[in-house]
């Protein structure tokens, strides 16, 4: 599986934006997908994640109500839509997969993606 996220940028707080990760593969739809963020200095962190099917979704408190992570298994894509932004989600965000659970931890996932920079100015 190969991925690649997208939508980053610069927005202020309060606002919104919305990555987005193209995977390659067959076994897509089979994979948990997850949303990952790290901080320059910190450790990377669990952000949301969904299984396969769509039908379990986490998240981390920090985000919980204002993030929405979602899944296309016809398209290959996984998005997180992030509303009511806050200064401290500033943070390089990673799309990554996990082909044989539905576990988020960092060391569960088998693959990952190039990061997108998420900017969030005050």
């Known amino acids: 599986v190969q991925l690649q996220a997208s939508g980053g940028g610069l927005v202020q707080a309060g606002g919104s934006l919305r990555l987005s990760c193209a995977a390659s593969g067959r076994t897509f739809s089979s994979s948990s997908m997850g949303w990952f963020r790290r901080v320059p200095g910190k450790e990377r962190e669990f952000v949301a994640g969904v299984t396969g099917s769509g039908g379990l979704r986490k998240y981390a408190e920090s985000v919980k109500g204002r993030f929405t992570i979602s899944r296309d298994n016809v398209k290959n894509t996984v998005s997180l839509q992030m509303n009511s932004l806050k200064p401290e989600d500033t943070a390089v965000y990673y799309c990554?997969?996990?082909?044989?659970?539905?576990?988020?931890?960092?060391?569960?996932?088998?693959?990952w993606g190039k990061g997108t920079q998420v900017t969030v100015s005050s």
């Open positions: 990554a997969a996990n082909r044989y659970g539905s576990a988020w931890s960092e060391g569960d996932m088998n693959y």
